[in-house]
């Protein structure tokens, strides 16, 4: 148990800057491991190991960042549960608003210096998504989905949950065999094949990340669906053709605000008056830059919108929106099977890389299933169609039946005349 | 047949003038019944007959505006499917884009003079709602819905629609037996009674129609609801009081975009952190304003916003949307039903009110129909919750199940830990 040394005035000063400055959660503060100060009355659930004066002048200016990078350094230590006191935080940084004038003036800097550009999105997403499918293997599930699950029961596992959140994907974009459709950002490619296996569609998927594509061609070659699937290393802004359906799950977040406009011109130009698509990503209640410690170590030039925000996809292009859900929780549990696997392999991990690097990635994960349990982030999926699309059903009670819907008939939305 | 008595220079020049500012739909001009001037190459499915070149200027100044009161008043006369000729134009206009100044001007005039204020939004709904419940029992379904309905099945009736409408709402919000529900908009009480009836809720309902209030009430009484449902003639700016649930059926149409910061704030002060809703409106792919026809003659101040717009209602108060449905398909075939209901009873309808009302109602009810039809307009229904709300269901499933929620167990989604 660490001693109260007592704290100078200055410390102190400084110890209630850091809690005010994310809206007073329940935690102490403990300097150079002796010292103890207890700027909130309320109940104290958690202690902040700082080693100095300068961390603290750090966590007072920049409180996310600097809490980030001195946890991830292992210099800042916390007692007690990880998740739970990001939880906490989470939650009253809501509350708290606007950040400190520095964490703004950075915030800025960051979305200034990481600009998705064709070249800036492409050192963006290289410097996540390249870092080596081996440790992504490690903690991922066996298909390499990166993104949200969908858990049809609370007692779905990560894997099915997996493969349920893929055809959640193709039937609410009711895909038809022989179909032809474009898939920008395709990850590891699970998805791509997913769609030409089980529902005899074609499909052009497109991503910037050279491990990724590599590893989805293999896997398209050892799965025989190289003639259906072709992997194109290039942007989503060069995407060209016409296709029945546009299918996005995951790059959002990367595209930046900025580009919203033109993501929905290539979606446009890509399906015109009479495709559809989906778009899954996560989103916000409101419009908030993204943690700068996030894009500052793990993913630059991220955003997360609100679904105002959005409108720039659809609106300027009388795309219609059909259907959006939000499945956040889905995303909570998705994180808790990541963490838990990234846990049981953080030896392996910390072979491959430094403590530093496990460090940094566990907060990341703890921080993302913080923010979806919260309600800090959202994850929705967001269905439309063209104008004059005509293969709207009626319901979606289609999503819902058994069996699968490439297997069975389907009716369409028609105007009665 | 009428024949061509040649159109004057002018007149011809009033032509172009009218047809490519509602983007050359295949229509051909007859003026004073005698001329034919053919301005478009294309097949002519459709003839306008206009009197006299003064309705010709007036066409060509504000083409909707003076069209709608020229066919209302017969003085303008159409040889051709009325829906199908409002269908083609109205695809046809969505392309021209911005109309002409003048109606651009008479657009912005009619903003200002029928401003929703407490006092304008009196006005306004007294000058549709109150006109007589014995014309809207004419053509509506028996429980008095005057709100898209939801066709389970393309064979569902009107009745079961609207039944299903109702119980597809109950759903969404996850009414439980004994909560508080605020109705907001609520009509001539049939969801009111329906929530109270078989989901065992009480509820305040909201309305600032006299006619609509005094005919809800004595239902209540009639059905011996009036202890759990509560009419009141207020406007929803006016709501106070917690409650679990806040339902909006066809209101927010009437609010205006400048009210629905306001509007969010009343729901946000209804169901604080933990409470959820539903709004149930008219929208449109893109920010647009109301036809001004429609404004000026059957619905004063109403506008349909496109999703961004009504980011005001949820995002200022940190309000999760969880679900979003477009069914402007649903409202196309309920416009079908109200249709053939009004000219079935036509008759006894210009007995009520004169031939220039029947006119405007069946060009008003045409109009939308076609308008849903071509996706000038759609159907959102957006279920949201407070930030902190505990009764968020796992998926959606429960929304396509027998037998009705009501009567069965259910599993809310929470965070596992």
Known sequence: MPTNRGFSSIEKWLVRKVQSSVGNPPCEFVLGGTGVASASGS??????????????????LDPEVAFGD???DGCIELRGDLVEFLET??????KAGEGTWFSRLRSRWME??????????????????????????????????????YFPNESTSLEEAQLAKMDHVCRKVQLQRGERVVDAGCGWGALALHMARHYGVTVRAFNISHEQIAFARERARREGLERQVEFVED???????????????????????ANYKELGRVIHRAIGDT????????????????????????????????????????????????DVENIRMHYARTLEHWLSRFEVNAGRISQMFDANFVRAWRLYLAGSLASFRVGALQLFQIVFAGAQCQQIPWTRAHLYEEPLPVQRERKWMTAAR
Chains 1, 2 share one sequence.
């Open 112 to 149: 200034w210096w990481n600009q998705n550009t064709l070249l800036g999105s492409r050192e963006n997403i290289h410097r996540h998504y390249d870092l080596s499918n081996d440790f992504y293997q490690l903690w991922l599930d066996s298909r390499m989905l990166y993104t949200c699950a």
């Open 275 to 322: 495709g559809r698509g989906l778009v899954h990503f996560i989103g916000r209640n409101f419009p908030h830059t993204f943690s700068p410690w996030i894009r500052k170590r793990i993913f630059p030039g991220a955003h997360a919108p609100a679904l105002s925000e959005t409108g720039d996809l659809f609106e300027p292009w009388n795309l219609s929106v059909l």
């Open 43 to 60: 109940a104290r659930r958690f202690q902040l190991l700082v080693p100095d004066r300068q961390t603290l002048v750090k966590l007072a």
């Open 89 to 94: 935080v989470l939650g009253s940084i809501l």
């Open 235 to 257: 942007d989503y802004r060069n995407i060209s053709g016409k296709w029945d359906a546009f299918v996005s799950v995951g790059m959002i977040e990367h595209v930046g605000k």
């Open 70 to 72: 001195g946890y991830a």
